[in-house]
């Protein structure tokens, strides 16, 4: 299962942090990803944090948002930072590529 919190309202500029709480499999072991979806528009991936650690972000949120995991503690996070009124949407976190169930994700708004 994947729980994911965190999201808020804030203004343009502001910040937030993720967190994703991961049960029924191990975290080190797997290939991780942040998603969104924005009102209207499909899901997209804005950042992933493979096995080994590496990371990659989309080129909307580079230099903004880090991906990150605590292995032992089985969560994974997503530092939001200078964020856009167009970051504005309904955050999900899953394994890369997902798996069936996303869950409810945490809703992320921003002002501007």
């Known amino acids: 299962q994947l729980q994911a919190s965190g999201g808020g309202l804030v203004q343009a500029g502001g910040s937030l942090t993720l967190s994703c709480v991961v049960s029924?499999?191990?975290?080190?072991?797997?290939?991780m990803a942040w998603y969104r979806q924005a009102p209207g528009k499909e899901r997209e991936m804005v950042a992933d944090?493979?096995?080994?650690?590496?990371?990659n972000y989309a080129d909307s949120v580079k230099g903004r948002f880090t991906i990150a995991r605590h292995v032992m503690e089985n969560t994974m996070y997503l530092y939001l930072n200078s964020l856009k009124p167009e970051d504005t949407g309904l955050y999900y976190c899953?394994?890369?590529?997902?798996?069936?169930?996303w869950g409810q994700g945490t809703q992320v708004t921003v002002s501007s």
């Open positions: 899953n394994q890369n590529p997902g798996l069936p169930n």
């Open positions: 944090i493979g096995r080994s650690g590496q990371t």
């Open positions: 029924g499999f191990t975290l080190a072991f797997a290939d």
